[in-house]
């Protein structure tokens, strides 16, 4: 009680809480979108190789852990002293699990595969001119073309 005989409550500080929840979701997230990159992308998938007998698992897992250690300390840092709304905080950290397991769903995966072939077909259409056109035109071989015959319309 304070001096006038009333009773002053305040609320407790949820920051903290909040804070290692989201960081918690957020993690789960990033665990989800590495494992797709690096499933998916070479480039990623050599970047993520910290230890070669795992593989990729071992920067995806790495990565992640900094991410949620990052994310943790950060928001720790700024809310520790606050009231956050818990609610707003939990539907959140819901709406990311709820993500990173429809992410890690392998055919929900599949489909960036799919978003990648039409580049990948493309590649393989131009390796398959290169190489047809090697059978064509072997090492060696001479032939004229319509520049040596002094073709006016080549000029």
Same mark, same amino acid.
């Given at each position: 009680m304070n001096q006038a005989g009333s009773t002053e409550t305040s609320a407790p500080k949820s920051g903290s809480g909040a804070a290692a929840l989201l960081a918690a979701a957020a993690v789960c997230?990033?665990?989800a979108v590495l494992a797709i990159l690096g499933d998916k992308s070479d480039s990623i998938r050599s970047s993520l190789i910290f230890y070669e007998p795992t593989g990729p698992l071992s920067g995806v897992t790495t990565c992640a852990i900094l991410v949620w250690l990052v994310t943790w300390i950060?928001?720790?840092?700024r809310w520790r002293e606050k009231t956050i709304a818990v609610g707003r905080i939990v539907a959140i950290a819901f709406a990311l699990l709820a993500l990173s397991l429809t992410l890690t769903f392998p055919p929900v995966g599949d489909l960036f595969s799919r978003l990648a072939e039409p580049s990948v077909r /493309?590649? /393989?259409r131009v390796q398959t001119v290169a190489a047809h056109t090697d059978r064509a035109f072997p090492a060696g071989a001479t032939g004229t073309l319509k520049a040596d015959r002094g073709d006016p319309r080549s000029r």
């Open positions: 997230f990033a665990l950060v928001l720790e840092w /493309r590649l /393989r």
